[in-house]
């Protein structure tokens, strides 16, 4: 993660995806960090760190995957719409 005193602050899809999955990681660790932070955990079914940190990384596929859609679906009206008035 960049600091807001380090100067320019460089932020895109990507870096968002890495700091929410450094974030998670961390609470999902502190969380665990002590016995009583471990019962509780196991209380509510358990924190496993690296599902927390994958579970974080693939967060916005969803975002992507609809982005992807909706690309292709005008793709395939303009080429509809080509073959129907072109020819």
């Known amino acids: 993660m960049v600091s807001p005193t380090e100067g320019i602050v460089f932020h895109n899809r990507l870096t968002h995806t890495h700091e929410v999955a450094q974030i998670g990681r961390r609470i999902a660790e502190r969380l665990t960090a002590d016995e009583e932070g471990l019962r509780n955990a196991r209380r509510l079914g358990g924190i496993d760190p690296d599902v927390v940190e994958t579970a974080a990384l693939v967060h916005d596929l969803v975002h992507i995957q609809d982005r992807f859609r909706a690309m292709s ?5 303009e080429t509809s ?5 072109a020819c």
Do not use: A, F, I, P
């Open 73 to 77: 679906y005008g793709n395939e009206h």
């Open 81 to 85: 719409y080509l073959r129907t008035y």
